[in-house]
């Protein structure tokens, strides 16, 4: 007997799982609506480490409200710093830091809460907001932000709130309302609509405001320059929402793709050179307005007192000099 695909044995969990929860919903809707929420908080896990051969790598801990989360950096000069999605993993970034570190940039990515390598099984786009804000606040001055998917929402809502970057790019980025998040969520999972309003009224006790998680609400006052990538035939993420999202971000450049969905943007070497070439020189920015070095970014201001280990990652506390506990 051939063993199923991995796909195959994954929509066999989900048809299970939708017979399971309307049949609760049916017979115990608290309770429908409690294994419903946990659902929707816990994402898939994945342990994908960055994977950049010949690079000198560092991998060490930062803690931030949203709990102690795993982070990588490669190279020296002006700080990168990259958020995943829904799901994701900071491995996901992988085509985009050898090209970083070439160009000149140090390239940080991160597990967030509850993925890869961090602490936690559940969480939320508050986290990835905070883990964000959080990570950025040890490492900046932040040149350029990259995120994917709900990695590119939280990137939006953390410039709302202040974090201050020179540069945003942003790939098939989720901008909805909390309303249209669930509602997604539902219907994958087969929730009758009258659970759907309880799991809204619930987040709106929990959260309070639910319209400041919309990212179209968001960008209209932000001032970074962004660039968006999304593919017209992105089946997670539909193109009209990364769409919507460069058309109130004052400036944004809109790139449409075509036949790469919604994770190989990823992987594709013409995205991975357009966003070099928006984020600019990196000789350029460091630099002041007299051509004079500036100083260099706390991200790595000084080599470390032990030699990095090439082509794998230190995998103790990280790269010294920084005051990331």
């Known amino acids: 007997m051939s063993t199923p695909r991995p796909e195959k044995r994954t929509n066999g969990r989900l048809i299970m799982l939708r017979a399971g929860v309307r049949a609760l919903a049916a017979l115990a809707p608290p309770l429908a609506d409690r294994v419903a929420m946990d659902l929707f908080y816990r994402p898939l896990r994945r342990h994908d480490e960055p994977e950049v051969p010949a690079l000198a790598c560092h991998r060490w801990r930062v803690r931030t409200r949203a709990g102690w989360l795993t982070a990588w950096d490669y190279g020296a000069g002006p700080t990168v710093l990259m958020i995943h999605g829904w799901s994701g993993v900071a491995g996901q970034w992988g085509r985009f830091i050898g090209p970083l570190v070439q160009a000149g940039y140090n390239a940080v990515a991160i597990d967030l809460p509850a993925h890869g390598s961090s602490e936690g099984t559940r969480t939320n786009l508050e986290e990835y907001v905070q883990a964000v804000l959080d990570t950025a606040d040890r490492i900046k001055p932040i040149h350029g932000l990259l995120g994917h998917s709900l990695g590119a929402t939280a990137v939006t809502l953390a410039l709302a709130r202040g974090l201050r970057a020179e540069r945003a790019v942003l790939i098939a980025p989720a901008s909805r309302d909390v309303p249209g998040y669930v509602h997604?969520?539902?219907?994958?999972?087969?929730?009758?609509?009258?659970?759907?309003?309880?799991?809204?009224?619930?987040?709106?006790?929990?959260?309070?405001?639910?319209?400041?998680?919309?990212?179209?609400?968001?960008?209209?006052?932000?001032?970074?320059?962004?660039?968006?990538?999304?593919?017209?035939?992105?089946?997670?993420?539909?193109?009209?929402?990364?769409?919507?999202?460069?058309?109130?971000?004052?400036?944004?450049?809109?790139?449409?793709?075509?036949?790469?969905?919604?994770?190989?943007?990823?992987t594709d070497a013409k995205v991975v050179r357009e966003t070099l070439a928006f984020l600019g020189n990196a000789v350029d920015q460091v630099h002041d307005a007299r051509g004079e070095p500036a100083h260099s970014s706390p991200g790595r201001s000084s080599a470390p007192s032990r030699q990095p280990i090439v082509g794998a990652c230190d995998r103790e506390l990280g790269p010294k000099g920084r005051s990331l506990f």
Request: aromatic share 8%; proline share 7%.
């Open 184 to 266: 997604a969520f539902a219907q994958r999972l087969g929730l009758p609509e009258r659970r759907e309003r309880h799991l809204v009224a619930a987040m709106r006790r929990r959260f309070g405001d639910l319209e400041r998680f919309d990212a179209r609400r968001a960008a209209p006052g932000l001032r970074t320059p962004a660039m968006v990538f999304h593919d017209i035939g992105d089946r997670e993420v539909p193109f009209a929402e990364g769409e919507s999202l460069a058309r109130v971000w004052p400036g944004a450049r809109l790139r449409t793709l075509e036949g790469l969905g919604h994770n190989r943007p990823l």
